[in-house]
């Protein structure tokens, strides 16, 4: 049990500090950041998104970017006391804090699918369908790529 805590609690850092790289929406590296992030660098082009499109989609994100930074100001305390009392052995704590952690994941789930739904509605059927197709090729290539993941 104190391992799932662990994982969840790793997961949700992970997360939001992945969502909360590169101050002013900068994207980092070959992937910008893991593949998400910066929606105009990436799919502008393959969309054909006016200049009308991408400066919503710019304001939409930095709108989503302000409110993850926020709710992880939030869950930080959480997740601290959940460190403390993992390295404690303290699993009556941990399990306490479970309900928290979870709220605090979902939370930012939330707001990762709160932001695609408003990119989405900026987009045409025609981008829509496309960017869903550019999607759905991003997954099945997941696994063809080299490292440590499997899918």
């Not at 009392?85 to 709220?103: F, I, W």
């Amino acid at each position: 049990m104190n391992k799932r805590i662990a994982v969840l609690a790793a997961v949700l850092a992970l997360s939001t500090t992945l969502a909360l790289a590169g101050p002013g929406g900068e994207v980092r590296g070959r992937h910008g950041r893991h593949g998400k992030g910066d929606f105009v660098a990436k799919y502008g082009e393959a969309l054909n998104l006016t200049a009308d499109q991408k400066r919503l989609i710019v304001d939409i994100q930095k709108n989503a970017r302000l409110q993850m930074k926020e709710q992880f100001g939030k869950s930080r305390e959480t997740m601290k006391e959940a460190r403390a009392a993992r390295q404690a052995g303290d699993t009556a704590k941990l399990e306490a804090l479970k309900p928290a952690l979870e709220a605090n994941r979902e939370a930012m789930k939330d707001l990762r699918k709160s932001e695609e739904i408003q990119i989405m509605s900026v987009l045409t059927a025609e981008q829509k369908a496309a960017y869903e197709k550019l999607k759905e090729e991003h997954r099945s290539n997941r696994g063809r790529r080299g490292g440590r993941r499997n899918g």
